[in-house]
């Protein structure tokens, strides 16, 4: 395995490796839900439907898609600077503490219009914040950003328990949840959106975060490949010498990454607080921050790849609750499975299918033409 | 006084109970890191461990038996690691958060097919699991002797044998290794197996010795404390232990202060204790505390020149 890796078509770098990277971590998903003693072609029928099978369906595949998106982007843009954000999770958490903590000091006074504004505002921020410790502890004192982003999960974790159970709790209640926001805080829904403008679909969870997850898909392409900051990040991210060589400041630019990977993290909250729960509870992230990492590597840290890596792992959230309903054999975590296979297939394995894909290649084009290198000097 | 050194003993008994997977689980991290090989997966590999163990033992009746399979599973995803990491020289840490999510998802999935219990493993008899061998209070069971015998032996062979002075080596500078004529991929290999060797006993301590049966997510972060001990222990096995120890400390303070007001501070978050191996581990890698340095060559696969 030691042969060094040669580069592929572009096509194929681009879309044949990554499906065939997915295509091997669902075959594997199959082989364990036959072991389980399900057939998969039966449990994947159920999967579709309850993923796109009706419009509250795929009402609530898009509101998993959302947060799908945000936690994409957030791994991705770190990824482009070099960095892996493992703490998507934390800054989720506490992205979404700012976002309530908004609303709770304002709601009684502020109209929506800038209620809503302003919780996002605190959100991105908060989440911002989560991620410029670890960062600013990788940039001045070198500690590995890796290991101080899961420790900075811990401890956002600790931290959302201790302020909920001791300090947000609702007076009287009995579960650790603040209380409800009022009208003002709550962000409104897609199906109230669509029929004011006379478009009748079912209730579902979705909100308009959906729409504020387009438009950082957007932000984020502009930022990384048509803004000089944008420029700087990726090649600090190709390479940090060229990068220090160029003038670019690594601190500042490590800074700049990691607060932006927490700030879209951060979105999370938005769209779980003001989207859905309307007060701030525990656990809202539930791996979302994690399953960024499997959205990012399928998407290949594109904004686009992100998107339609999102709407397949929300269709999958989604299909994977009617699927557990449907199937008592099956639970909602062979989502987390797949999620696990994903990471390991496009992520770690990546370069499995490579050689294969090149033998194929090799097999197909040398008779026509000499333009595959068939050959290359070994040793 | 009688009080007090009864108190002093299961104080001490209830830190090596809480500190045994840490212990193992950083002994076996420390091969794998030492080698070069960084190992974020601890998390996953116990929790799969437990889980075989506990299901094993419910099935079989046999608590060896499920010492036995808590091995194979957390050999199996060591494997995995190894296979992803050194053979097809993919990045170690996203191998890692794979074996954790797969971990996670893969136990409950199998557990709820396997039992109908919602992912828990049927409660098992004491026949079934490993109990105290002299104090029934104290809960030492045979893991917690392992545990403490790890240290020295984990010390020995990194220290004195000459596989260990390989291991250090082939952490340090995969080249010279080569070059001598070693084969990195085996040494690196042999090094998450017995990484793998270590988790399995740690997983299956926490379902078959210090509980009685699987639950979801039963781990709850103690193979990341394991690696916050491995940093805090600057890569060395007996610091190593030490920080185990701190850490069990801490737990089995903060589950005795739940409640309990201190003078003159009040009532002291059980959460802050709780995050405090964290905040320790971010502070020692922040050089507050002295420096850690990592081996050298951790994290990076090796390439072999043309």
Not at chain 1, 279 to 306: C, K, N, Q, T, W
Request: proline share 5%.
């Amino acid at each position: 395995m030691s042969a060094p890796r040669r580069p592929l078509p572009a096509w194929a770098e681009i879309a044949a490796l990554p499906l065939i990277n997915i295509a091997l971590a669902f075959v594997t998903v199959g082989i364990i839900v036959r072991i389980i003693g399900v057939d998969p072609f039966h449990a994947l029928r159920f999967l579709v439907l309850g993923a796109i099978g009706s419009s509250e369906a795929i009402g609530y595949t898009l509101y998993y898609t959302t947060n799908f998106i945000f936690t994409g982007l957030a791994v991705a843009v770190a990824f482009h600077a070099g960095l892996f954000n493992i703490g998507g999770e934390g800054q989720a958490y506490i992205g979404g503490l700012g976002c309530g903590l908004a609303i709770l000091a304002f709601d009684h006074f502020l109209p929506a219009w800038a209620m809503i504004p302003l919780a996002i505002a605190a959100a991105t921020l908060f989440g911002a914040a989560w991620a410029a410790v670890p960062a600013w502890l990788q940039a001045w004192r070198g500690s590995h950003i890796v290991i101080t982003t899961i420790m900075f999960n811990f401890v956002a974790s600790a931290l959302m328990v201790y302020l909920m159970v001791n300090v947000l709790i609702a007076p009287g209640s009995m579960t650790p949840q603040s209380r409800n926001f009022t009208a003002s805080g709550k962000l409104p829904s897609m199906q109230e959106v669509l029929a004011a403008v006379g478009i009748q679909v079912a209730p579902s969870a979705l909100n308009l975060s959906i729409v504020l997850a387009v438009f950082c898909c957007v932000g984020v392409w502009v930022f990384l490949w048509h803004t000089p900051w944008g420029y700087e990040l990726r090649t600090m991210g190709h390479n940090p010498e060229a990068a220090v060589y160029a003038g670019t400041s690594i601190k500042r630019t490590t800074m700049l990454a990691m607060c932006l990977s927490g700030a879209l993290a951060g979105f999370v909250g938005v769209n779980e607080l003001m989207g859905v729960h309307q007060r701030i509870v525990l656990d809202f992230p539930a791996g979302y921050g994690f399953a960024g990492i499997a959205v990012a590597l399928m998407g290949r840290s594109h904004p686009l790849g992100i998107v339609l890596a999102a709407l397949l792992f929300g269709a999958l959230q989604q299909g994977g609750a009617e699927l557990a309903f449907e199937i008592p054999a099956i639970t909602r975590e062979m989502v987390v499975v797949i999620q696990g296979l994903i990471i390991l297939f496009s992520g770690a394995l990546a370069h499995l299918p490579r050689p294969w894909l090149q033998w194929m290649l090799a097999l197909f084009a040398s008779p026509r033409s000499g333009e595959v290198p068939a050959k290359r000097a070994e040793g | 006084m009688d009080d007090v050194l009864s108190f002093v003993f299961l104080m001490f008994a209830a830190t090596l109970r809480v500190a045994t997977p840490l212990v193992l689980c950083a002994m076996g991290g420390l091969f794998s890191e030492k080698s070069g090989i960084v190992d974020v997966g601890l998390e996953g590999k116990m929790l799969m461990a437990a889980f075989f163990a506990a299901a094993t033992a419910a099935v079989t009746g046999s608590a060896w038996l499920g010492v036995a399979a808590a091995i194979v599973a957390a050999e199996a995803m060591a494997l995995l690691h190894g296979f992803a990491c050194i053979t097809w020289r993919g990045n170690q840490v996203v191998s890692g958060v794979a074996i954790n999510i797969l971990a996670a998802g893969l136990t409950v999935v199998l557990g709820a097919a396997w039992f109908a219990r919602g992912g828990q493993t049927p409660a098992l008899e004491s026949e079934q699991r490993l109990m105290p061998l002299f104090f029934p209070r104290a809960g030492d069971s045979i893991p917690v002797y392992v545990a403490l015998a790890s240290v020295p032996l984990t010390w020995w062979i990194i220290e004195r044998t000459r596989f260990g002075l390989r291991l250090r080596a082939v952490g340090e500078m995969p080249l010279a290794v080569d070059a001598a004529g070693i084969s990195v991929a085996w040494l690196r290999y042999r090094a998450v197996l017995l990484c793998g060797l270590f988790a399995g006993l740690a997983g299956a301590y926490l379902s078959i010795a210090q509980n009685a049966g699987f639950s979801r997510d039963m781990t709850a972060g103690q193979g990341f404390i394991a690696l916050a001990a491995i940093i805090f222990g600057k890569w060395r096995p007996f610091p190593a232990f030490g920080a185990c120890l701190i850490f069990g400390l801490l737990d089995a303070v903060a589950i005795r202060l739940q409640g309990v007001e201190m003078p003159g501070m009040g009532e002291v978050p059980v959460q802050l204790i709780q995050a405090l191996p964290y905040l320790l581990t971010m502070f020692l890698l922040a050089g507050f505390i002295g420096r850690a340095v990592a081996p050298k060559a951790a994290g990076v696969p090796y390439e072999k020149e043309h």
